[in-house]
């Protein structure tokens, strides 16, 4: 009944941006904080960044602090990760995920979010 679609992904050189998209359905976006994660290949899966259901916190992990932001358009029940400044290691397929508690989905990443995981959007940065 909770399902997200990523899109915006695609091939892009280094040093350019994309900006990806995340659609929510059968909740409220607002309600919940929202993950952003990325798998590349033979690597595990991490999250990317988050921004919270409350105050509009975000974080961000060390790799991509400084070119990636975070934002939400509730009016669009919608989640857009801005990245910029694209590296060949920024390649990776790139979810969406939800949950009720920043803290612990978020900064401490005891929980993995609400729901199955979906298709993905693939990013690849490559010359």
């Known amino acids: 009944q909770i399902h997200f679609v990523e899109s915006g992904g695609g091939l892009v050189q280094p040093g350019g941006s994309l900006r990806l998209s995340c659609a929510a359905s059968g909740f409220t976006l607002g309600n919940y904080a929202i993950g952003w994660f990325r798998q590349a290949p033979g690597k595990e899966r991490e999250l990317v960044s988050c921004i919270s259901n409350s105050d509009g916190t975000s974080s961000y992990a060390d790799s991509v602090q400084g070119r990636f932001t975070i934002t939400r358009d509730k009016a669009k029940n919608t989640v857009y990760l801005q990245m910029n400044s694209l590296k060949s290691e920024d390649t990776a397929v790139y979810y969406c995920?939800?949950?009720?508690?920043?803290?612990?989905?978020?900064?401490?990443?005891?929980?993995?979010?609400?729901?199955?995981w979906g298709q993905g959007t693939q990013v690849t940065v490559s010359s």
């Open positions: 995920r939800m949950d009720a508690d920043y803290f612990r989905f978020c900064v401490i990443q005891t929980t993995a979010g609400l729901g199955d």
